[in-house]
């Protein structure tokens, strides 16, 4: 079969490895580590793709991370992400070399990028995969994700076109440790580029300022009540909330007794949420606090109380005093960043 | 200028309920909406078009019959015309073939400056559609923005990235994606709901009628193919304490939230 | 016979509910308390065409028909029944008869910016003396040149204050009872025009509610409403039609207050099982859902007579009345399902409650209700 034969053409599994700044995302090596696994069954070469400008000792740090092989394409043009030469390098290097899985972090770069080289390829693509399996009888990679806000998770392939690609959510996969005797082959390459190539030009890049994140849509809050006994503690909260990326919130208590203003006040007569971590930190857990954040997916309870009825929805229960508590996670979160 | 808008009509996944036994969406009762992402784009469209003189907005979508009243809305928030791509032949399509047919619809029109798509549908949260008819269309894009100024032909966008931003800069004709906070959309108008349903104001047209190969849409045309849908894994809530020392408390949780890829 | 919506009314009631539940509700409880009257609430309608639903386009309204706004006033007073009066008093009261009686003149100079939401309208009929015996009218007016000079108080005024233009009724011929009643287009900055109390009520809080005073008030000769003579039959045909708006009110109430109910009692738990497993309160949700439903149809057809042209006085009168029952009883049993809950101000029920009183009494108490229905039967 002519497809069959297509699909023989395409050989190894790559991982586009993003950096910015001459920094490596985590994602990438989460990547790798995925890759690595996927290759080894398949019995093929992993190779990570790396862009960018005068930052070789990223690529024999992603030969420690497991790459077999890393295609280094190096130029001043490539220093910073732009749609227009990142898909032109990685569309060229695909026509030539035919992988047969492409592999990319879900982040925004991957998620500009990707569907871009998958139209111009013309190849399937799926977005923000949590789980990636393999059908090695057919080469087929089984890619599964959530959809439909998170209520349904499909799995999908791509039987005849090569390679499959895929982007892959960050912080799912796991990474492979750093092997500091692992060697592979790096390949420098000089891509033709000029300015006239890139039609969407970054001309400034911006650090933070990105507006606070709206209560209803944030994925992770750490809110306070009566328990938090003041202003003072809810800049606690806030720092938790800022380590783990998240946002603050606050039961009627403590937006009554004004120690945070209304707009982050959850329940009844403020905003429902449902994120993925919902951390309650001396909120009893009123009914009228309940209504608004009983469907968050992880419920957290610090309460001095061991009957606080905020136990009944929670996940995890830790009874303690949070001015205790908070600061120990909040070195803990310091202590595994630093490693 | 002419700005052309591509629009998906989605069910309203807030109110999504899944068939426990089957693993499928349960379609039946649930509300059909345009999809938010794509109200930003069509309300820049037409920001543009209150702020500019000889704006002509263009509402396109690709869908079932039904989704004509998602162009309805369209047209009743201030579109100036709209057009419905329909066929069986598109069922099935994936982003790559939906990608392939728009564009279609898109050469079709013919002169265009601005296309606008929302960033990603709320179903199938791929984000794939608007960078893969840029691709399509050989045109340059600005994903994800966030803030946009036009000063001639030129396009000012800012492009938003996990920590921060990119100002990325660009000439028409272009693809922009518009993110939740790139503005307010503004409502239908009741006149203009009146107004969007007399006559033909949607023109419906078949892939034949725009050039469009049926082999390269639909289901044939798609080169992803989804196996099976089923519900998340329901997490029951069994309350876990954790004992120790607070800093052992604190280690534990963070331990858990890990390994749940919650942190 | 065809119960289903038209697709355009369909969608205004999709447009309609995401208006009210993001720019309506949030405010809805600070307005409540403070009684604070929203006007950027009444500019954003405006911008939307949802302060001229039923007109034709041609006087600055949206084209749409008598259901259309039905629907806008239910899904608006289903999160706050003060912003729904205002718009129910707006069109129905102050800009139809205008629409219905007025000259061409008339309707370009004031229906328009109404039907637009430029201007906002008010209806000034009852008195101190002349509630529901509206034909008791102590004010007056009296030609003089080409003026009239109205004189007079008139008190529960609907948008007092927060209007533009008012439907303002006097007597010009006491020797002819009410057939000496003649209505008024009056404007706010007219000479000799006052707005007196401002009214604290129990319910409709944010909805401005004055006493209205006339004191050599001039008024413009041609802008007498219809003839001289003619003001009774226009306060009362206006009020057939308010009555529809008030009966549409009621129903958004009792559906408001129905669905917060349904939430809580999926959500509250005793005896170790939510509120919804208990048979009893089973019985109360199947009767409320059955009265809700009954008093929807007697609305819609009610509004579906008006604008089909066919009598409607029985039809209003039936649907308010039935409406307005059903939101009074759901409310309160709707607080009672919330238990203590249902009392304080942190569950909208409580709110609901108090502004469910006032359709049972304004545009007609449901005694009035009764008299026009058996009047009609009885005739």
């Known amino acids: 079969m002519a497809v069959k034969e297509n699909i023989l053409a395409h050989k190894g599994v790559w991982v586009f490895a993003e950096q910015r700044e001459g920094n490596l995302l985590n994602v990438g090596l989460e990547l790798l580590g995925e890759g690595r696994k996927i290759a080894d069954k398949l019995g093929v070469e992993l190779t990570a793709v790396l862009l960018g400008h005068r930052i070789e000792a990223l690529a024999g740090r992603l030969i420690k991370y497991g790459a077999d092989r890393v295609i280094y394409a190096e130029h001043e043009l490539l220093a910073t992400y732009t749609t227009d030469a990142y898909t032109g390098v990685i569309c060229e290097l695909i026509n030539e070399r035919k992988p047969e899985i492409m592999l990319l972090g879900a982040t925004s770069t991957g998620r500009d990028l990707a569907p871009r080289i998958s139209a111009r390829i013309h190849t399937g693509l799926t977005a923000d995969c949590t789980k990636l399996d393999l059908d090695l009888e057919n080469r087929r990679l089984i890619q599964t994700l959530p959809t439909f806000g998170d209520n349904l998770m499909a799995t999908i392939i791509t039987p005849n076109h090569r390679p499959q690609m895929a982007t892959v959510r960050p912080g799912v996969m796991e990474r492979a440790p750093y092997d500091e005797k692992r060697e592979g082959i790096i390949e420098k390459i000089k891509p033709e580029l000029s300015q006239e190539h890139i039609r969407a030009r970054v001309v400034k890049t911006i650090k933070g300022g990105k507006a606070q994140v709206k209560l209803e849509e944030a994925k992770i809050i750490v809110s306070g009540g009566r328990g938090v006994k003041g202003p003072e503690g809810f800049k606690l909260i806030k720092e938790l909330a800022e380590k783990l990326g998240g946002v603050v919130g606050a039961s009627r208590a403590a937006v009554d007794e004004g120690w945070i203003d209304k707009a982050h006040l959850v329940g009844q007569t403020g905003k429902t949420v449902r994120p993925d971590l919902y951390i309650a930190c001396g909120i009893s857990g009123a009914i009228q606090h309940l209504a608004g954040m009983k469907e968050s997916k992880c419920i957290v309870a610090i309460n001095k109380d061991k009957n606080a009825p905020i136990f009944k929805i929670a996940d995890y229960g830790i009874v303690g005093d949070l001015y205790e508590i908070i600061p120990a996670l909040i070195s803990e979160l310091d202590n595994t960043k630093n490693n | ?263 | 016979m065809d119960f289903l919506l038209t697709r355009e009314q369909e969608m205004v009631r999709t447009v309609m509910r995401k208006f009210a539940e993001n720019e309506v509700k949030p405010i809805a409880a600070e307005i409540d308390e403070s009684g604070r009257f929203p006007r950027e609430t009444v500019k954003k309608m405006a911008r939307y065409n949802m302060l001229g639903i039923p007109f034709p386009k041609e006087y600055g309204g949206a084209g749409g028909d008598d259901i259309s706004y039905v629907i806008a006033v239910e899904e608006i007073s289903k999160v706050c029944a003060a912003t729904g009066v205002i718009l129910s008093a707006h069109t129905s009261l102050a800009s139809w008869p205008i629409y219905k009686y007025g000259t061409e003149e008339q309707k370009q100079k004031y229906l328009v910016p109404l039907a637009k939401g430029e201007k906002l309208g008010a209806f000034a009929l009852t008195e101190p003396n002349a509630g529901t015996d509206a034909a008791a009218q102590q004010t007056t007016a009296v030609l003089k040149g080409d003026n009239y000079m109205l004189n007079g108080r008139k008190i529960f005024v609907t948008n007092g204050g927060q209007a533009d233009i008012y439907i303002v009724f006097a007597m010009t011929d006491r020797s002819r009872k009410h057939k000496g009643i003649s209505a008024f287009i009056v404007e706010k900055d007219f000479p000799g025009f006052s707005i007196g109390k401002i009214e604290n009520k129990m319910g409709i809080r944010a909805s401005a509610t004055t006493e209205l005073i006339l004191e050599d008030c001039v008024v413009p000769r041609e802008n007498i409403l219809g003839k001289e003579g003619e003001g009774f039959k226009i306060a009362m045909a206006s009020l057939d039609g308010g009555r529809i708006g008030i009966a549409a009110q009621a129903l958004g109430i009792a559906e408001g207050a129905f669905e917060e109910t349904v939430k809580y009692v999926k959500e509250r738990e005793q005896f170790g099982k939510p509120l919804a497993k208990f048979q009893g309160l089973q019985w109360m949700i199947a009767d409320m859902a059955t009265d809700i439903e009954a008093a929807k149809l007697l609305v819609y057809k009610a509004a579906m007579h008006k604008q089909k042209g066919l009598s409607y006085t029985k039809e209003a009168a039936m649907a308010k009345l039935f409406a307005a029952n059903t939101a009074m009883d759901v409310t309160t049993k709707c607080v009672q399902l919330h238990g203590g809950y249902g009392y304080i101000k942190d569950y909208p029920v409580e709110r609901m409650m108090r502004d469910a009183k006032i359709t049972e009494i304004y545009e007609g108490t449901s005694q009035v209700m009764q008299m026009v229905i058996a009047a009609n039967i009885l005739r």
Do not use: W
Request: with cysteine.
């Open chain 2, 1 to 263: 200028m002419n700005i052309i808008v591509c629009i998906k009509q989605v069910p309203d996944t807030n109110e999504a309920k899944i068939d426990p036994v089957r693993g499928t969406l349960i379609r039946e009762g649930l509300p059909s909406i345009i999809n938010p992402d794509d109200r930003n784009a069509l309300e820049e469209a037409l920001r543009i078009k209150d702020e500019m003189e000889g704006v002509k907005v263009t509402a396109i979508s690709m869908g079932p019959p039904q989704a004509e009243i998602a162009l309805v809305e369209a047209l009743a928030m201030g579109a100036d015309e709209a057009i419905l791509l329909t066929d069986r032949a598109l069922a099935g399509s994936d982003t790559l073939a939906t990608s392939t047919a728009l564009s279609a619809v898109i050469r079709y029109i013919g002169d265009f400056d601005l296309i606008f798509c929302g960033r990603q549908a709320i179903d199938g949260e791929t984000a794939h559609v608007g960078p893969q008819i840029a691709e399509h269309l050989n045109i340059p894009q600005i994903t994800c923005v966030e803030e946009l100024k036009i000063e001639g032909r030129r396009v000012i966008a800012k492009r938003a990235l996990e920590d921060g931003y990119f100002i990325v800069e660009a000439e028409m004709p272009l693809l922009l994606t518009a993110a939740k906070e790139l503005n307010q959309p503004r409502y239908p108008s009741i006149k203009g709901i009146f107004e969007g349903f007399k006559g033909d104001r949607i023109k419906i047209v078949s892939p034949n009628d725009v050039n469009c190969d049926v082999t390269t849409v639909g289901l044939e045309g798609s080169p992803t193919r989804v196996v099976e849908t089923f519900p998340p894994p329901i997490k029951s809530r069994d309350l876990e304490m954790l004992e120790g020392s607070p800093a052992e408390q604190a280690r534990q949780l963070l331990q858990r939230l890990r390994e749940e890829k919650i942190v």
